[in-house]
C-alpha cells in the first residue's frame, strides 16, 4: 500500500480518537458543573439552616419542630447524592451527636461541618477557623468562645 494512503489512514483515527476524547471531556465536565451547582444548592440550605436556628435563639423563641425536620431531611437525602465525602460523614457525625442539651457542642460540631463545605467548594487550605464563621451568625461569639475552646 502507498505511504501516503497510510499516512492519511493514520492521520484520520488519530483525529478521530482526539475528537473522542474531547467530546468526552466536555461532557465529563458538564456533569462536574451540574453536580457542583446542586451540592452547591444544599450546602446553602445546610447554612441557611444553621442560621435559621442561630436566629431562633437570638430571638428567643424556640425553632419550628417540623421545619427543622423538614429542612434536615432534605439536606440529607440531598448530602447523599451530592455531597463530598467529609461534609457527608460530618453532618452525620453532627446529626448523631447532637443535643438541645449541649448547645455549645452542637455550635462546635456545625462548625466542623462548615469547614468541610467550605473545603469541598474549593478552599482546601482554608484558614477560617471558629472565631471566623461562628462569628458571622453569633453577634455575642465572644462571650461563648471559651465554652467553645474547652471542647477541643
Known amino acids: ?6 499516512v492519511a489512514i493514520i492521520t484520520s483515527a488519530l ?6 476524547f474531547k467530546n468526552e471531556k466536555e461532557k465529563r465536565h ?4 451540574q453536580l457542583s451547582e446542586k451540592k452547591y444548592e444544599v450546602y446553602i440550605a445546610a447554612i441557611e439552616l444553621f442560621a435559621y436556628w442561630v436566629n431562633c435563639s437570638r430571638l428567643n423563641i424556640a425553632p419550628d419542630l417540623n421545619e427543622t425536620a423538614d429542612r434536615v431531611i432534605s439536606i ?5 447524592i451530592y455531597g463530598s465525602d467529609p461534609v457527608l460523614k460530618k ?15 452542637a455550635l ?13 467548594m ?16 453569633i453577634s455575642d461569639y465572644k462571650e461563648l468562645r471559651d465554652q467553645i475552646i474547652a471542647m477541643r
Open 15 to 20: 483525529a478521530g480518537i482526539g475528537w473522542l
Open 30 to 33: 458538564d456533569v462536574e458543573k
Open 76 to 80: 440529607s437525602k440531598e448530602l447523599i
Open 108 to 120: 462546635k460540631l456545625y462548625y466542623d461541618v462548615m469547614i468541610e463545605i467550605r473545603r469541598d
Open 1 to 6: 500500500m502507498d505511504t501516503a494512503l497510510w
Open 122 to 137: 474549593g478552599h482546601r487550605k482554608t484558614i477560617a477557623n471558629e472565631d471566623d464563621l461562628l462569628g458571622m451568625f
Open 91 to 105: 453532618f452525620s457525625f453532627y446529626r448523631q451527636n447532637v443535643s438541645p442539651q449541649e448547645p455549645i457542642k
